[in-house]
């Protein structure tokens, strides 16, 4: 099991399904009779405050931002032509999908980013489909954006290339 990341003030971290977010304080509450410790982050993408116990920041899936290798990873994931979810039904691929999303994991949000941009390509998406599928883009354009040093646009253009027809 990987270690609890710690962090300082100002640092960036990453919160599972939320996105990026700036570490602006680290405070101490009284919940349920302990004094506990919290860092407090500011999601970049809606201004969004979120506590998390330092106690449970490795398994709250609080996070650093992706290395290089997990970039690399990353974009090998998008450039894959095959979709991972195949099952039958949709509402079974929405909750597999959704599943992905929440574990805040890079890959498995690029698996979904992929596979709806495929899918997108072949038939209409719904709008739960087109809502996920923001929500993929989103978290990982703003992860990549920082991880690389690029703006949020250079990010897109280059996800625009791997996803032309």
Not at 50 to 79: C, H, Y
Request: overall charge neutral; some cysteine; aromatic content about 6%.
């Amino acid at each position: 099991m990987q270690a609890a990341p710690h962090f300082q003030v100002g640092d960036k971290a990453v919160y599972p399904a939320h996105g990026v977010g700036e570490v602006t304080s680290i405070e101490a509450r009284d919940v349920g009779g302990e004094r506990q410790l919290f860092y407090v982050l500011r999601i970049l993408e809606n201004g969004m405050k979120v506590m998390v116990p330092t106690s449970a920041s490795g398994t709250s899936g609080l996070r650093e931002i992706m290395n290089k290798t997990q970039v690399d990873e990353v974009f090998g994931v998008l450039r894959k032509k095959e979709i991972s979810v195949e099952t039958t039904t949709w509402n079974r691929r929405y909750r597999e999908y959704m599943e992905k999303i929440k574990s805040g994991e890079p890959c498995q949000i690029a698996q979904v980013l992929r596979d709806l941009c495929l899918l997108k390509h072949d038939k209409d998406l719904s709008f739960g489909e087109r809502k996920m599928l923001d929500t993929a883009k989103a978290l990982l354009v703003k992860e990549l954006s920082i991880a690389r040093g690029m703006t949020e646009v250079e990010v897109e253009v280059e996800f625009a290339r791997i996803f032309e027809n």
